[in-house]
């Protein structure tokens, strides 16, 4: 199948890369110009314009999956789009956009006949290897359309034992993606997944802070141990039931370096953790867990603790984000939050 991908960073290049090695043709374009060159080598056709992406997509509906930042880049991006594509053909957003943004654009877009997907993807800098978890909203003809694209980007069912009483069939979401239903239910899905995720992360790097302070000078004599971080992180990976991708990571940056010391401890949030408690207040469902770990990313700009280099190791191990040091010093007699720069 034929697709243009727009945006090569960390995932979209790899996006590209992952269908091309199946098969499928791909078209791709960055504002960056040399961002396309290790991709022509393997086979893209690199265009430099978006009018120039949209003519050489031969193949009728044309498919163009835009993995960019949410906002206005993606905005622009899509309004450019919209004068060049045709009726039918269809956009796939693929990055981590707010979901009534989706809904928006898809209504807009009908308008003119042009069809709109959004795709939650999650997988990170792995996916091209490990594959990309998918959650993808948009009409039942467009998903049918692109599931060529889907099932080849998705993980497979893999040696992941498989769901006691799920039936002999396998399921799109057995192998890694699934249709969430109308647009907009993609990213809606992949942002309560994220807004799950700053919990999970949270939990672990208090945990690890509580265990690598059990040698306080503040605790009687008697009471103070010096915990190996690092094997406690590896021995729970066997056996453990808190074993999951996100320890695996952690256990990785502490077998290179327990004091975690390239890691500043200043977290970003991205936009699904504030969006997702947002989604709590509106629908009145209490998120006690979620939205205290958001709160504890803004903490990590004013004082540092060894649990924050953990969310920051975790982070850098599944989406490659190195985190900026931080505006202000750590520790301060007074301090004030640092704007958010995001992500």
Not at 16 to 38: F, K, Q
Not at 80 to 96: M, R
Not at 190 to 195: Q, S, T
């Amino acid at each position: 199948m034929q697709i243009g991908v727009i945006g090569l960073g960390r995932m979209g290049g790899n996006i590209a890369r992952r269908l091309m090695r199946a098969g499928h043709r791909c078209v791709v374009y960055d504002r960056n110009p040399t961002a396309g060159e290790a991709l022509a080598i393997e086979g893209a056709i690199v265009v430099r314009s978006l009018e120039k992406m949209v003519s050489s997509l031969t193949e009728r509906p044309r498919a163009i999956w835009l993995m960019l930042p949410a906002g206005k880049i993606t905005e622009d991006t899509i309004h450019e789009l919209e004068g060049l594509v045709q009726a039918e053909d269809i956009l796939i957003d693929g990055g981590n956009a707010f979901y009534k943004d989706d809904i928006r654009r898809a209504r807009h877009l009908a308008e003119k006949g042009i069809r709109y997907v959004d795709c939650g993807t999650s997988g990170g800098v792995w996916g091209l290897d490990r594959g990309y978890c998918m959650m993808i909203g948009g009409t039942k003809e467009a998903v049918e359309h692109l599931d060529p694209i889907f099932a080849t980007l998705a993980p497979g069912l893999g040696d992941i034992p498989r769901t006691p009483g799920l039936g002999e069939a396998v399921s799109r979401a057995e192998r890694g993606y699934i249709h969430t239903g109308p647009a907009g239910s993609g990213h809606f899905v992949k942002m309560v997944h994220n807004g799950i995720e700053y919990g999970l992360m949270q939990a672990y790097a208090e945990g690890f802070d509580i265990l690598r302070n059990k040698d306080s000078t503040e605790l009687p004599e008697d009471e103070r141990f010096t915990l190996n971080i690092a094997e406690i992180a590896e021995v729970w990976r066997r056996g453990s039931v808190i074993t999951s991708w996100l320890l695996d990571l952690g256990a990785a940056a502490l077998a290179r370096d327990p004091q975690l010391q390239e890691f500043s401890g200043f977290v970003q949030d991205s936009g699904e953790g504030r969006w997702t408690v947002q989604a709590a207040i509106e629908e009145s469902v209490p998120a006690d867990v979620l939205t205290a770990s958001l709160f504890a990313r803004f903490r990590t700009r004013m004082e540092l603790h060894f649990g924050d280099k953990m969310l920051s190791a975790m982070r850098f191990g599944f989406g490659g984000h190195l985190e900026a040091k931080p505006p202000i010093v750590p520790l301060a007699p007074t301090r004030t939050a640092s704007s958010d720069a995001g992500e």
